[in-house]
């Protein structure tokens, strides 16, 4: 398995875009890659807009990003939510300065412009939140997934299989 020895943080928050979380979570651990979801309490059940429950193994605070090859942030409600954390912020901020996998998808891109990454990036994101990404400073585009260097950005659901993969492959090298 390609990702085996390969540790993915993925971000959890009430409201996550349900297909966004679980979709990129199983088809990384699919793939052998340890994948562990981390919210602001360890072993609390969020909730998904769709009503899909995952529950933290960890809390923000007892991570260590170093530890990780990759972060993963979903879309849906939760992004607006995750931004506030200064440990997320911390957390993307890492990956982005060690040019380690950061994925995307949706409303996720709103947690990088908190950590305030995505200046002269080419990106997507759900066209609701185009004006806020080209705002931050990136180069917007309406793909379904844009790669540029370690990050990797999609816009919805229906473009989850090439994003996943993208960013399976970023990872993977």
């Known amino acids: 398995?390609?990702?085996?020895?390969?540790?993915?943080?993925?971000?959890?928050?009430?409201?996550?875009?349900?297909?966004?979380?679980?979709?990129?979570?199983?088809?990384?651990?699919e793939e052998g890659a340890t994948v562990d979801l981390v919210g602001k309490e360890a072993k609390k059940k969020?909730?998904?807009?769709?009503?899909?429950?995952?529950?933290?193994?960890?809390?923000?605070?007892?991570?260590?990003?170093?530890?990780?090859?990759?972060i993963l942030v979903p879309g849906g409600w939760a992004p607006?939510?995750?931004?506030?954390?200064?440990?997320?912020?911390?957390?993307?901020?890492?990956m982005n300065e060690a040019k380690k996998p950061i994925g995307q998808i949706c409303h996720a891109g709103w947690?990088?412009?908190?950590?305030?990454?995505?200046r002269g990036k080419k990106v997507t994101s759900t066209p609701g939140i185009k004006d806020d990404m080209t705002n931050a400073g990136s180069l917007w585009f309406d793909e379904p997934v844009v790669t540029d260097g370690h990050i990797i950005s999609s816009r919805r659901p229906p473009d989850l299989p090439p994003y996943v993969k993208e960013y399976a492959d970023v990872l993977a090298d």
């Open 1 to 29: 398995m390609r990702l085996e020895n390969k540790k993915v943080l993925a971000l959890v928050e009430d409201e996550f875009e349900d297909l966004e979380l679980w979709y990129p979570v199983l088809r990384l651990r």
């Open 46 to 70: 969020y909730i998904g807009k769709y009503g899909v429950p995952a529950e933290s193994e960890y809390a923000f605070d007892e991570v260590n990003a170093e530890n990780y090859d990759g």
């Open 80 to 94: 607006d939510k995750l931004r506030r954390y200064p440990e997320v912020i911390k957390m993307v901020t890492h």
């Open 111 to 118: 947690v990088l412009i908190s950590a305030g990454i995505l």
